[in-house]
């Protein structure tokens, strides 16, 4: 266990929904990072959250957005999904704002039907 | 450019031999460059990682090369074991300056130790 609890595990959808990831950090970690991976693009930066506040934004698309709560943990939207949607989602966290020492969680896999 | 280019794709070792995996990168702001193993199922867990101020670092038999000229890095295992067959991935960041790019990922490398 990293740390970094991730719900849900698993979730399919159907084109045109809306779905909501979310991400507990390790313990004192501050920032929360957002992960796409896909067999064709790999893993790909979407967003970063620093103590509440956005700190970086990546290859996010516009139908997606995120949030980090006062309690740090942290949710990511998805809406208007495609087929092309379908991915691991992965969440880190990370001690300060900086990108070192990730610790990632164990994903939620996303299919849209 | 961000690009962290991995290599091979994929990769067999027998038991007991050296594993090598190899990154080129673009980015000379780049001063972080971290490995990640990653099992099916399971996120990316950090394995080793390295500064641009040291050519080589080593834990246990795990070790990064890094060439700051050539802008490569490697990693080597050492007495490849079964239970190191999963997929490497190399990846880089300017962490300490931040911004748009997150941790930069190769394309990952899957690799299988045979008994």
């Known amino acids: 266990d990293s740390g970094v609890t991730q719900t849900p595990k698993h979730l399919i959808t159907a084109t045109g929904q809306r779905v909501t990831l979310r991400c507990s950090p390790r313990?004192?970690?501050?920032?929360v990072y957002w992960y796409q991976q896909s067999l064709d693009q790999g893993l790909q930066f979407l967003i970063q959250?620093?103590?509440?506040?956005?700190?970086a934004k990546g290859n996010i698309l516009e139908r997606f957005s995120a949030q980090q709560f006062p309690d740090l943990h942290s949710e990511l939207n998805l809406s208007s999904l495609e087929l092309g949607d379908s991915a691991l989602y992965f969440c880190?966290?990370?001690?300060?704002?900086?990108?070192?020492?990730?610790?990632f969680g164990s994903g939620t896999r996303l299919t849209v039907v | 450019q961000q690009q962290v280019k991995q290599s091979p794709q994929s990769l067999i070792v027998q038991k007991g031999g050296i594993s090598i995996i190899n990154c080129a990168y673009e980015?000379?702001?780049?001063?972080?460059f971290p490995w990640y193993q990653q099992f099916p199922g399971k996120g990316p867990a950090l394995l080793i990682a390295?500064?641009?101020?040291?050519s080589e670092k080593k834990e246990g038999r795990f070790t990064i090369s890094f060439n700051k000229s050539a802008k490569q890095f490697s990693l080597h295992i050492m007495d490849s074991q079964p239970g190191d067959s999963a997929t490497y991935f190399c990846?880089?960041?300017?962490?300490?300056?931040?911004?748009?790019?997150?941790?930069?990922f190769g394309k990952g490398t899957h690799l299988i130790i045979q008994p």
């Open positions: 880190a966290s990370s001690p300060r704002g900086a990108h070192y020492g990730y610790t």
């Open positions: 313990s004192g970690d501050l920032s």
């Open positions: 959250y620093y103590n509440g506040e956005e700190r």
């Open positions: 980015n000379t702001a780049f001063d972080y």
């Open positions: 390295i500064r641009p101020d040291v």
């Open positions: 990846a880089a960041s300017n962490g300490a300056l931040g911004g748009a790019d997150g941790l930069t």
